[in-house]
């Protein structure tokens, strides 16, 4: 007779073989996949480890062209079960050819009978002989040999939970992220799918509204006011007992109140002893909490490693909502194996010198037993088996919290003082450490003593120091790991298997990730939240996903059948479409909207700034006919700026108009230019906003003396336009240094000729000084010009230049090209 068995994993059929085959197994292939043969109880075994599922669900071919499906009709589809991995269902076939029985020994919780269920289905194809089940929660020779001698009918209702879950979650995530996706791509260009997901979405949605309380926080200061004790050669704090005042008065009365306190009084002590239980068993949200919080791993990586230690037999099943042991658990036999093992030996033999009691939690949900180890061993036992580096850290948090949780609680004395400041109340507390109890093998939660030095009542311990401390309130933390699976584990967001694989889907979608043991939301994640926040909240809130998990649940228990669950299932998911549908508009202009700003505000050549009509972003478009400032809100804000038709166009960020212009521009090298308002150089606020880059005063009035370039010519001229120029060389790179003359005081400066190997020369350009005139009497160096208005011989670009405002680009003169005078310079110092 042969007997055909599907494990869940390969790894799992391979310790099933080794067990019941007492280590005579042959290994062969089927299917080109190792199945594993060996002889019990007389009858030949055929054990294979499928590749979890082997068959999923999917639309119908005609439906999965995006674009040409209204994604709400999916939500009327019944989708297909497809084989997805041909190998393996091939496998299934030949083996049940040959069976005369099967077993399915698949992992014993809603997705594991779901898995047997899909080998089943598949073997019914070719054969009718009998199933049966096979349940185990460990991979200990014990509990697979008891667990294959009472077999059991397979769960067909546990079976068919998993398979609601699976059609609901399809049609809500096809449907919504089909239709945010698309809605969105018709306002703004993206490639980026926006995925929208049952468990998914709320899950971000703790994330987001955490976010969102810490951007809306806003400080408030508050005053302590605190003491420094001294007795018996020790020091120690107390605060008033006002705790954070939030007034600056009223802490600033108190505290002069106790102005010139030099003691204390000791009004009353109180101690008392306080126990601290060891830990409740650990379920699988507790386990991930822990993982997170104490070894700094995430969520799916500790149920990784989790599963890897249960399939090497280190650890039992690590899915399961118990944190209640059954009252016949052999305790004394595994922690007899506990005390050989050096590490553990010291905690292991002081539970044995007392009856064994757990520490019990409440939740008994008859599926597994808590997460435990089913043996001891050591860290180099384990990091052999399980090639995952966290393998062995993962052991010991489990090892030492199944020995935790038999251990005694720990004791504590804490002190509390009441003083007395010239009748003002003071508080200090302290704790010590008298029995570490369960502590002592839990290192992770070792409480650390707050010491006191001994007082008595009534004494009175002088004053080192009284302090008045001015603080600010502190916003909101960022969620940690383990806070956000407290938070889907208390709202009915996934199950203990998928809690994981939800925050991990987050952060590829690029939502939300972690930084350390926080969970930071990304732009993407913050914009889809926000936008389905304020349009369809139902969506972000646990609602309705806790309603659709209590529907599985009910299939699982036998209380609704499968059809009943899947129709209201749908109802629930069409209610929350339906909203979707009738908040398009709004829901795709905000993240639309948001898309298009945070492409714009990575165009830093094109970024101008913010929309003062809509908060979207403001940035140059180009188009065939020409260029403007638009907004990213267009079309539902039209809010534009007409730009100058030619030149380059810089956007000068340390500059800011100050009749409040969007941004200023640099216009080729020629003028400025603010959006909103037009071309500096016709601004009467020019001057104050780019005042001229001064070489001295003028020496004909009380004006200063300024670099005026043009084209093909240069020379000073004066800011009040008094009429007086003065010549500076004609060729040569010129740099107005910060050095001044010390004959006549104007700055000096440097001049470069090109293509010329002479050293760089420091001069004064002044013809009225002493050094000016040494320079200007060497050959080539030009003479002094004079100018005034009134004469009809000044040049055209003196004349125009004089007009100008002082320091502003000269507009253009008998096609001559000028150039802003202060930023032909480069400063030196």
């Known amino acids: 007779m042969t007997v055909v068995a599907f494990a869940e994993k390969n790894k799992a059929a391979a310790q099933i073989a080794s067990i019941l085959g007492d280590g005579e197994v042959e290994k062969i292939s089927v299917e080109g ?115 294959f001698e009472s077999l059991v009918d397979p769960d067909y209702n546990m079976a068919m939970a998993a398979e609601a879950r699976q ?36 899950t971000c949605g703790f994330v987001y509204e955490r976010e969102k309380a810490i951007r809306a926080f806003q400080a408030k200061d508050f005053w302590k006011i605190t003491a420094i004790f001294s007795a018996d050669g020790g020091e120690f704090e107390g605060t008033h007992r006002a705790g954070n005042i939030h007034e600056k008065e009223k802490a600033a009365e108190i505290f002069k109140r106790l102005k010139g306190a030099k003691e204390g009084l000791v009004a009353k002590k109180t101690v008392k002893e306080a126990k601290t239980s060891p830990p409740n068993p650990l379920n699988t949200t507790e386990f991930l909490k822990r993982a997170s919080k104490f070894l700094g791993i995430s969520p799916e990586l500790a149920l990784e490693v989790a599963e890897q230690l249960y ?91 199944f020995l935790a949780n038999l251990m005694p609680a720990a004791v504590f004395e804490k002190t509390h003082l009441h003083l007395l400041v010239q009748e003002e109340p003071f508080d200090s507390s302290g704790t010590v450490l008298k029995d570490s109890g369960w502590l002592e093998a839990y290192p992770f939660e070792n409480k650390k003593d707050k010491l006191l030095p001994f007082v008595a009542e009534g004494q009175k311990p002088g004053i080192k120091k009284l302090s008045n401390t001015k603080s600010k309130t502190s916003p909101p933390k960022k969620l940690t790991e383990a806070e956000l699976l407290t938070l889907m584990d208390k709202n009915g967001i996934g199950t203990k298997a998928t809690a994981p694989s939800h925050i991990e ?95 714009a505000l990575e165009d830093k050549k094109n970024y101008i700034g913010t929309c003062k009509a809509c908060g979207h972003v403001l940035r140059i478009v180009q188009t065939d006919s020409g260029r403007f400032v638009g907004c990213t809100g267009y079309p539902d804000c039209r809010n534009s700026h007409p730009l100058p038709k030619t030149g380059a166009l810089t956007v000068l960020r340390s500059k800011e108009c100050k009749k409040e212009g969007a941004a200023v521009l640099k216009v080729g090298n020629k003028y400025n230019w603010s959006v909103g308002i037009g071309p500096c150089f016709t601004c009467d606020l020019e001057k104050e906003c780019y005042p001229p880059e001064t ?54 400066f440097r001049l470069k000729e090109e293509g010329n190997e002479s050293p760089e020369e420091d001069f004064c350009v002044n013809r009225r000084c002493k050094e000016g005139r040494q320079y200007w009497r060497k050959p080539g160096t030009g003479t002094e010009t004079r100018i005034k208005k009134e004469k009809a011989s000044v040049s055209p670009a003196a004349s125009s230049a004089a007009s100008l405002p002082a320091g502003s680009a000269a507009s253009p003169v008998r096609g001559r090209t000028p150039k802003v005078s202060a930023a032909s310079l480069k400063k030196s110092k």
């Open 33 to 147: 996949l190792p199945v594993y043969e060996f002889k019990w109880k007389g009858e030949e075994w055929l054990v294979m480890g499928l590749s979890g599922h082997i068959m999923n669900y999917d639309f119908p071919e005609q439906y999965n062209k995006w674009s040409e499906v209204n994604p709400g009709v999916l939500l009327g589809v019944d989708p297909e079960k497809l084989v997805t991995r041909a190998d393996y269902a091939a496998a299934v076939k030949n083996l049940a050819k040959r069976a005369n029985r099967i077993v399915l020994a698949c992992d014993y919780d809603r997705e594991g009978e779901n898995i047997g269920f899909e080998a089943k289905t598949l073997a019914e194809e070719v054969t009718g002989v009998p199933v049966t089940r096979a349940r185990f929660s460990a991979l200990s020779p014990k509990e697979v040999r008891r667990a």
């Open 167 to 202: 059609i609901l979650d399809l049609k809500m995530g096809a449907a919504f992220t089909r239709f945010v996706t698309l809605s969105v791509r018709e306002k703004a260009r993206t490639k980026d799918i926006l995925s929208i997901g049952p468990c998914q979405t709320p």
């Open 311 to 401: 399939l090497a037999g280190f650890t039992s099943y690590p899915r399961t909502e118990t944190n209640k042991y059954a009252d016949d658990f052999d305790f004394k036999s595994l922690v007899f194996d506990f005390a050989r093992q050096k590490e553990y030996k010291p905690f292991a033999e002081a539970i044995l010198i007392a009856p064994i009691v757990p520490k019990n939690g409440e939740k008994d949900a008859h599926d597994h037993p808590p997460i435990h180890p089913i043996r001891a061993a050591s860290r180099g036992e384990v990091s052999s088996a399980v090639n995952i580096p966290q393998a062995p850290e993962v052991y010991d948090l489990i090892a030492r919290h």
């Open 505 to 599: 889907t987050n952060k590829k979608r690029g939502y939300f990730e972690t930084k350390g043991k926080t969970v930071s939301i990304l732009d993407t994640g913050f914009t889809l939240m926000e936008g389905l926040s304020l349009t369809v909240p139902i969506l972000v809130r646990p609602d309705i996903r806790a309603k659709i998990e209590a529907l599985i649940q009910e299939v699982e228990d036998g209380k609704k059948e499968f059809e009943a669950a899947l129709d209201e299932g749908t109802a629930l998911i069409r209610e929350m479409y339906a909203q979707l549908e009738a908040n398009k508009k709004e829901l795709t202009s905000r993240i639309a909207g948001t898309i298009k700003d945070e492409a």
């Open 695 to 748: 070489v001295g005063p003028c020496p004909e009035c009380d004006g200063s003396m300024f670099l005026i370039t043009f084209k093909d010519s240069r020379f000073l001229g004066c800011t009040r336009r008094c009429g007086y120029t003065h010549s500076v060389p004609k060729t040569g790179k010129l740099t107005l240094l910060d050095r001044t003359c010390e004959s006549c005081g104007w700055k000096l």
